[in-house]
């Protein structure tokens, strides 16, 4: 089976700051994906940024960043430069792969909402 | 637009009433899924097609819930017999084929809201 935590109900951050939405998942299988979305009060889930479990990288789309540490199963999202816009819920997902039936499925955490204050 | 649309976004209906939601998907994307979201929660898998095939069914998609994919482009998803519970979120989505590593993109839908009173 595969778990996804989000701990953060919640979190203020001020604008042009640097945030850190944390998420930690479980998994038994080798092979899996994380996605964090993004969903504004309008209900559109938008992606933001992909980090496969092989990636020798840290996945960087723009101002978001993916601080991956398989060790821990850790997935946090930081976005930097916060800005007004960027107040919405978010989602840390997991795709996984054959072993645990996953792989066609994304797995969702109860998601942290981002509220950012001038 | 060329993004995942879904129809009707808001849909109030009575109790016992059937409803039907639509789905169509990124043209050339291969796969679509169905998600249920409640309020306060993460999406919640329902089913997924690809192409034309219904491959998995998740334990949340009771009898009353059937979804099609008749030609392998747009999908519809039919609830009967509508109960309160069945109030939600219902989000579509769909992706191209590929292997879990391979990054595959699952772009979602801007969501149908049920209503059920």
């Known amino acids: 089976a595969q778990k996804i935590t989000q701990t953060q109900p919640g979190m203020f951050v001020q604008e042009k700051e640097a945030v850190t939405l944390d998420c930690t998942y479980d998994?038994?299988?080798?092979?899996?994906?994380l996605f964090w979305y993004k969903q504004p009060s309008s209900g559109e889930m938008i992606f933001l940024i992909y980090?496969?479990?092989?990636?020798?990288q840290n996945a960087t789309e723009g101002r978001y960043s993916l601080n991956f540490q398989k060790a821990r199963k850790s997935a946090n999202l930081v976005i930097s430069a916060s800005q007004l816009g960027d107040s919405a819920m978010y989602f840390c997902?997991?795709?996984?792969?054959?072993?645990?039936?996953?792989?066609?499925?994304?797995?969702f955490g109860t998601g942290t909402q981002l509220k950012v204050e001038l | 637009d060329t993004g995942v649309s879904q129809d009707p976004r808001h849909k109030i209906t009575k109790r016992g009433q059937n409803v039907t939601f639509r789905c169509d998907p990124i043209s050339e994307h291969n796969r679509l899924y169905w998600y249920r979201q409640t309020l306060g929660q993460g999406p919640e898998f329902l089913t997924y097609f690809q192409n034309e095939a219904q491959l998995e069914k998740s334990r949340l998609l009771s009898d009353r819930f059937s979804a099609e994919r008749p030609k392998g482009s747009f999908s519809t998803l039919e609830i009967q017999r509508t109960e309160q519970g069945d109030s939600a979120m219902y989000l579509c989505?769909?992706?191209?084929?590929?292997?879990?590593?391979?990054?595959?993109?699952?772009?979602f839908g801007e969501g149908s809201w049920l209503t059920v009173v």
């Open positions: 997902a997991m795709r996984g792969g054959r072993l645990t039936g996953g792989g066609n499925k994304l797995t």
């Open positions: 989505a769909s992706s191209s084929i590929g292997g879990v590593g391979s990054g595959n993109t699952i772009y």
């Open positions: 980090q496969g479990s092989y990636d020798q």
């Open positions: 998994t038994s299988d080798p092979s899996y994906g």
